[in-house]
């Protein structure tokens, strides 16, 4: 039987600009590991450092009026570039006051991997590493920070000496949660703050191990004097859905010397799907008996959990049923909140909920067996 569908032209386009970006995102990320500069002009790559800087502060001031102003919002792809940034700026202030905290500086390294000037001003292909810097309100002295890593292809357009956002496409690391108003804060804040800092100074040396891998090769949200890169004896799944597992595996793999087996291997680009899978690694840690459940559930019933977590164990994130993406934890902030590390979009020591909780996301709290 054959089915047709109707949509509305407006539904056309936007499936089709999906689909687009689903190619473009795949050309971003074969990129990772290297740094092809065709042709970096000096003006152009300090106009996307200020849009950029503008932007930081604009999102750090609660200022969705000064962003707008970044963007061409008389065409579709701007506008759609400005709204998904607004609702950003919302989610995490949301988010902070969820955690009982305040953002007290946003700044970026942008590294420019190619530019190309046209009539109408330039494209460029770049990294950004933001690092975002926090400290929670009853504690103003202890600050706090995480990285995170994007990908970007963008076009910026001058009209009349002013330099705007034309078109901007990028893995956004918030994507998958921009509703946290669906979660009761009070008490959840309440609890966080009434926490304090954990010593993890004595986890075991393969536990240690594994981090020292994490922090290494999480990309562009490494220390800049790794170059941003991903470890170059792997290859890099993003552009065939995502590289969270693969990632996950090495660490446990290179870091935490765990043996592979039949069921978790990777052979020069051969893998199984235990190794390379989200919903597969998760099912093998659990199955092999490598790994146990501390927790799974909403974020309101898993939170307190998480505060078990050592560097070294699992988050599974599950979204409509299915496992959607993993990440190692490597630490725990100034109220000994986890942290952890991942691909896709990068991460380093990022609070292990960021961007994931909300009411339709399920987790699994996996501690492995080292």
């Not at 859905?241 to 990777?266: H, M, R, V």
């Not at 100034?334 to 960021?354: A, E, F, I, Q």
């Amino acid at each position: 039987m054959v089915v047709f569908i109707t949509m509305k032209k407006s539904t056309i386009m936007r499936v089709t600009t999906v689909i687009i970006i689903v190619i473009f995102v795949s050309l971003l990320y074969r990129f990772n590991t290297v740094v092809p500069v065709a042709f970096v002009n000096e003006e152009y790559t300090g106009v996307i450092k200020d849009i950029i800087e503008c932007r930081n502060q604009a999102i750090l001031n609660k200022d969705a009026t000064t962003i707008k102003s970044l963007y061409e919002t008389k065409t579709k792809y701007g506008t759609w570039a400005f709204e998904h940034e607004e609702r950003k700026l919302k989610y995490l202030h949301r988010w902070s006051d969820k955690q009982g905290i305040k953002f007290i500086d946003i700044k970026s390294v942008v590294v420019p991997r190619y530019v190309k000037e046209k009539e109408w001003g330039f494209s460029a292909n770049l990294i950004v590493s933001t690092e975002y810097l926090y400290v929670y309100n009853d504690d103003p002295d202890r600050i706090n920070f995480f990285r995170i890593g994007t990908y970007h292809i963008i076009d910026v357009l001058n009209q009349d000496e002013d330099w705007l956002i034309k078109k901007e496409w990028y893995t956004d690391p918030f994507a998958d949660s921009l509703s946290l108003d669906e979660i009761k804060s009070d008490e959840i804040k309440s609890y966080i703050t009434a926490q304090v800092g954990r010593d993890l100074s004595k986890i075991g040396e393969r536990r240690q191990k594994a981090i020292e891998y994490a922090d290494q090769f999480c990309g562009a949200a490494s220390d800049e004097e790794y170059g941003f890169t991903y470890n170059k004896k792997y290859k890099d799944f993003n552009p065939q859905g995502g590289d969270c597992a693969n990632f996950a595996s090495q660490i446990l793999y290179e870091g935490g010397k765990f043996k592979k087996t039949g069921a978790w291997n990777y052979n020069k680009g051969d893998v199984t799907k235990a190794w390379v899978n989200a919903q597969g690694f998760k099912d093998y840690m659990l199955n092999s008996g490598r790994a146990s459940l501390i927790a799974s559930g909403s974020y309101n019933k898993v939170y307190k959990a998480a505060y078990k977590m050592l560097p070294g164990d699992i988050v599974a994130y599950e979204k409509k049923g299915k496992i959607k993406h993993v990440s190692v934890v490597t630490g725990a902030d100034s109220k000994g909140y986890t942290l952890v590390n991942c691909h896709n979009t990068d991460r380093y020591h990022v609070p292990w909920d960021l961007g994931w909780s909300d009411k339709g996301i399920k987790f699994y709290l996996i501690r492995v067996h080292f």
